[in-house]
Structures are given as C-alpha cells and as structure tokens.
C-alpha cells in the first residue's frame, strides 16, 4: 500500500516571499502520478500541479514548481511571489498509474499555508 | 481545466430519511467517478470508486446499503445516504477521472443530521 506523508501541519508565509512545502511518499511501483492540490476556505479541491514520475523534469505551472526526487521519493511544493490568495490547505497526492481503468488518490495529512499580508 | 458540479452545496435533513447527491461532469465524460468524506481540518476519505455502468466498489468499513452509488451515465453519479443519522453528518465530495489520469473535484455538499 502507499503512504503519503506531509510533516508540517501548518506554515506561514509573507506575502510576495516564497515557501516551500514538503511531502514523502512511500511505494514499490515505477509508473506513477504525484499531485498537488489546494483547498481555500471554499473547499473546492483545486488541481494545483501533476508530475508523472517517468519524468525526470520538474513540473512547473507559473508561480508554482516542484522538486521531485524519485530515489528519496520526495515531492515538494514551492510557492515564488506568494500571494493572499494561496492561502489554503495543501494536499499531496499519489496515485498509481494502471492504464484506462485509473486508480485511486492516496493523499496525505495536508499543510495549512497562511499567507500574511 | 475540467469542471465538476456538485447538487445541493447544503442540505439539512431529520434523522432516518434518505438524501440524495447529485455529481457531475460538465465538460468531459467520466468513466470513473469517486466518493470522499472529509471532517474538518482533516484530509479526503476514499468512500467508494464507481464505474460507470457498473456496480460501486466500497472501501474497507463503507456500508454498501447506507451509501448507495449510482452512476448510470459517464456525466452523473448519485450517492443517496439512507436512513441518514447525525453520524452521517460531513463534508462529501466527488470528483472525475478527466484527462491523463488526473481527477477533477465537486465543490462538496454539507450534510447536516439532525
């Protein structure tokens, strides 16, 4: 079974100054999918970033990139130019890659960013 | 991006009558849609992967005949609480199995027991 971890319940941030977000995962599979996604105070989950782990390149959309290293199986989220509104719970996701049927999300504890004006 | 609609946002009930949920695809066709129950200030609960077409698999601890998960189309998938009782009472999302594999998400719908 898989098991995503997120060691900080809670982080802060200046507005206009980057964070970083941890996340660990533990698996046996090679072909599979990270994610991140963002819950406002609206709760609507919002995909936020995807990265497939047969590539070795970071996945980046704007202010937001990723640091993934499979061999320590490590997928961090970095927020640049942080702003009010990336206020939100963070959630770090894996799902395992089976083809047209598709496959659950396993997702971790989740990281409460306030962004502070 | 692809957009998931959830029905109601909000709905109150009386303890030991049935709700149902409404879910969504509004801009692609999703063969697999998923149930999560979430509490508050704690992560999404798997509660069942439905098919289209198909029966619903549950989740270890899910009670089939209180959850019931319809998904007769690849646009819309009902989850009807039966017999609903305070414990019932949460935050229920679903979401869409969109393009590459990614999943999209309802807005949830608050259920309160009373």
């Known amino acids: 079974a898989q098991t995503v971890t997120q060691s900080q319940p809670e982080m802060s941030v200046q507005e206009a100054e980057t964070v970083t977000l941890s996340c660990t995962y533990d698996t046996s599979e090679s072909n599979y999918y990270l994610f991140w996604y963002k819950q406002p105070p609206s709760r609507q989950m919002i995909l936020v970033i995807r990265q497939e782990a047969y590539k070795q390149q970071n996945a980046t959309e704007n202010r937001f990139s990723v640091n993934f290293q499979k061999a320590a199986k490590s997928f961090s989220l970095k927020i640049s130019d942080s702003q009010l509104g990336d206020t939100a719970m963070y959630f770090c996701?894996?799902?395992?890659?089976?083809?047209?049927?598709?496959?659950?999300?396993?997702f971790g504890e989740g990281t409460q960013l306030t962004v502070n004006p | 991006g692809a957009v998931v609609s959830q029905h109601p946002s909000r709905v109150i009930c009386k303890s030991g009558t049935s709700v149902k949920i409404e879910c969504r695809s509004l801009?692609?066709?999703?063969?697999?849609m998923f149930w999560y129950r979430q509490f508050p200030k704690q992560s999404l609960m798997l509660m069942a992967t439905s098919n289209e077409g198909s029966k619903a698999t549950y989740e270890q601890g899910v009670e089939k005949d209180k959850f019931l998960i319809n998904h007769a189309s690849l646009t819309l998938s009902t989850l009807t609480v039966t017999s609903a009782h305070p414990e019932d009472s949460s935050f229920y999302i679903c979401?869409?199995?969109?393009?590459?594999?990614?999943?999209?998400f309802g807005p949830g719908t608050r259920l309160t027991v009373l």
């Open positions: 979401s869409g199995r969109g393009g590459a594999d990614t999943q999209y």
């Open positions: 996701a894996f799902m395992k890659h089976v083809g047209t049927s598709g496959s659950r999300l396993t």
């Open positions: 801009d692609f066709q999703a063969t697999t």
